[in-house]
């Protein structure tokens, strides 16, 4: 970080007395709190509606480059444009947090547990294929002069921010018409994880690329890699697993200490996102652990008031920071300086990450179903919708902004406006058509609404984390073999473990009926109102 947070959020080229800063302090803040209600009113209206065209992030950020529009070719004052201004460091710290540990935290373990080795394959090895894909083909585009070229590991880092996905639009159009469990699981599960890979690989490369030593840059790439994603995932779980203990033993879920209950449970998330930028990892890695392995063990040992409390407040304050990251992003990006006189890197990179895309998806879902069984195999439809929904969004976006200064003059700005385009372009363009890809794939719709009316009935059958949609086919007795076998490696171990040592350990519950109902309970609710 170049300057301290507090002095890139404050304006302070601003010219005046303290007094008039603190007015325009005002009327920029006012200004972002009257976007985000017109946002919020706009998006409900859209929705009542079933108005697809225009998603709610597509009419948040819409807001945000009309606003930002006007303030640039009008005479606004620069001390009220100085608080509209992207800072990647607001961003990681204060915006993205709520986002991801929301993600990690309304996680429904059934679904994504049973699908979990494809959204893995997905979200790690995918990404990587994506961001290499990418990254080897603007170097290549650059060579036979295509396109503006850069350096070899410049590409590849533009290639590792530009495979963070942000399908929210996507995920919304699935809880406004109903779709099948385990896409959304997969869509889902990827897109939690996908972020985190992008970063952890884009911080790689970049630590590469500034201690560069040719013979040993792909060794250290791969070595770093895994340092900061293990080291950030145990960090993550291991804050998780003591703010269950602290939980359990500490007798907090009485009537007159609930505050204090609720205080400690919102600041262990900050706590597990802090300790790991402190120490050199991935903050988003470990929150979105954190949030997963506290939604499991440290959740049950609230008091009742406080666990409708926590969820209500991670929602709240989720949906007010990825509503107020696309206006906050749309503003910016009609404010800042962009280099537009390299267009063939602009469209020739649209281009390259729609085949990297493809090679992730297509690829991976080869993979998997090449160890799943012929009724378990991931459809064609269901292929074609997660390539579809590979929107870019505010992650490709903040790497983007940090690039600028990682990278020399020129070649950061390049990589900045090309990445501002493409978000632009799939948000709004790609994003507003994907309702009716989405039908015409026959991947949402009515059909789905009566199956996930059943879906309680067809976990509570099932001991263990059972993909609903694919069980219910007979098979021969080779493929029931090749399923058991493929379920006891996924996940029955697993849950076993689960079920009779962690559970009992971190947790006030003792006994199977205890779990089961939990689950059963979980699979009842609205399964896709925690995240949008």
Excluded at 41 to 62: C, D, N, Q
Excluded at 326 to 339: L, N, R, T, V, W
Excluded at 419 to 441: D, F, K, P
Aim: with cysteine; net charge negative.
């Amino acid at each position: 970080m170049e300057e301290p947070l507090l002095l890139q959020i404050s304006p302070t080229d601003a010219r005046g007395s303290p007094g008039k800063e603190q007015q325009a302090a005002g009327v920029g803040i006012l200004l972002q709190i009257m976007m985000l209600v017109l946002s919020f009113v706009l998006g409900h209206v859209l929705r009542r509606h079933r108005f697809y065209y225009l998603p709610e992030a597509s009419a948040s950020l819409l807001i945000g480059l009309i606003v930002g529009g006007l303030a640039n070719i009008s005479d606004t004052e620069t001390s009220i444009r100085a608080w509209f201004n992207f800072h990647e460091e607001f961003f990681f710290l204060f915006l993205l947090p709520p986002i991801i540990f929301q993600s990690g935290f309304s996680l429904s373990p059934k679904p994504f547990f049973s699908n979990f080795g494809a959204i893995v394959t997905f979200a790690i090895f995918g990404t990587f294929i994506a961001s290499m894909v990418t990254g080897v083909l603007v170097y290549i585009g650059g060579v036979i002069l295509l396109m503006y070229k850069l350096p070899f590991l410049e590409c590849l880092m533009f290639g590792s921010l530009i495979s963070a996905t942000d399908p929210v639009t996507v995920l919304s159009i699935f809880q406004e018409l109903g779709t099948d469990v385990n896409l959304y699981a997969l869509v889902f599960g990827e897109s939690v994880l996908n972020d985190a890979m992008a970063i952890s690989l884009y911080r790689t490369m970049s630590l590469v690329r500034s201690n560069t030593s040719s013979g040993q840059n792909f060794f250290m790439i791969i070595v770093r890699f895994i340092e900061t994603f293990f080291g950030s995932m145990s960090a993550g779980v291991g804050v998780g697993f003591i703010s269950a203990l602290l939980f359990k033993y500490a007798g907090l879920d009485i009537d007159n200490l609930q505050n204090l209950e609720c205080c400690l449970f919102v600041l262990f998330p900050y706590f597990s996102y802090m300790l790991a930028e402190g120490l050199g990892l991935s903050g988003i890695v470990s929150i979105l652990f954190t949030g997963i392995v506290m939604k499991r063990y440290t959740y049950s040992n609230l008091s009742d008031s406080s666990q409708r409390f926590v969820s209500s407040f991670f929602h709240l304050i989720s949906s007010l920071a990825e509503t107020f990251v696309f206006i906050y992003m749309g503003f910016d990006i009609a404010m800042e300086q962009h280099s537009w006189s390299h267009v063939g890197f602009i469209f020739f990179s649209i281009l390259f990450i729609g085949i990297a895309r493809a090679a992730n998806v297509f690829g991976c879902a080869y993979l998997v179903n090449l160890v799943r069984p012929a009724n378990r195999k991931i459809p064609p439809k269901h292929q074609k919708a997660l390539w579809y929904s590979g929107l870019r969004g505010a992650m490709a976006f903040a790497l983007a902004l940090q690039s600028v200064h990682d990278l020399p003059e020129g070649h950061g700005q390049t990589i900045f406006t090309a990445t501002t385009a493409i978000i632009v372009l799939t948000v709004l363009i790609i994003g507003g058509s994907t309702g009716t890809m989405l039908e015409a794939l026959d991947v949402v719709g009515d059909d789905y609404d009566s199956s996930l009316g059943t879906l309680g009935e067809r976990l509570e059958g099932s001991n263990g984390y059972i993909a609903p949609s694919y069980d219910e086919e007979p098979s021969s007795g080779s493929r029931f073999k090749m399923k058991l076998k493929e379920f006891h490696k996924s996940t029955s171990s697993f849950t076993a473990i689960d079920r009779n040592y962690l559970t009992p350990f971190f947790t006030t519950q003792n006994g199977d009926e205890d779990e089961q109902e939990e689950l059963f309970s979980n699979s009842r609710r609205p399964r896709y109102s925690g995240h949008s």
